[in-house]
């Protein structure tokens, strides 16, 4: 995992990994190594099989219902990170030119159950990623 990470560009500092399922609350990885991340993916030959495989806005999975009210003028692709006390969204808002823009928002610390963070933090998201689609 750490030559992976050298090879992307990621430093030491922006990751901390526990548990190779990526799902324990003690797992972190910086909005700056999700871009760095996505970069990388994006020069590989693969890459549309990467970005396929991620929800889209208004489509399929958790991002089906997600952005309703935002009056995206573009899709989005990304993946959902919800623990106690931590929502996220990493992706990229897919442009018609080919200039799509890529994006990760963590927002950490918050006081919000999950259940809570639905109706609380992830509006707040949402409206981030809203305004980057329109005014970019």
Known sequence: ??????????????????????????????SRAFIKLFDYVNAQQWKDYFWDALPESGVDGTLKHRFETAQLEHPVLAKTGTHTFSSSLSGKIVREEGKDILFSIHIDNHPFSVQQSVISVQPVIDHIVALLDKEF
């Open 1 to 30: 995992l750490s030559d992976f990470f050298d090879e992307v560009g990621v430093a030491p500092y922006e990751i901390r990994a526990f548990a190779g399922s990526g799902l324990s609350p003690s797992t972190s990885v910086s």
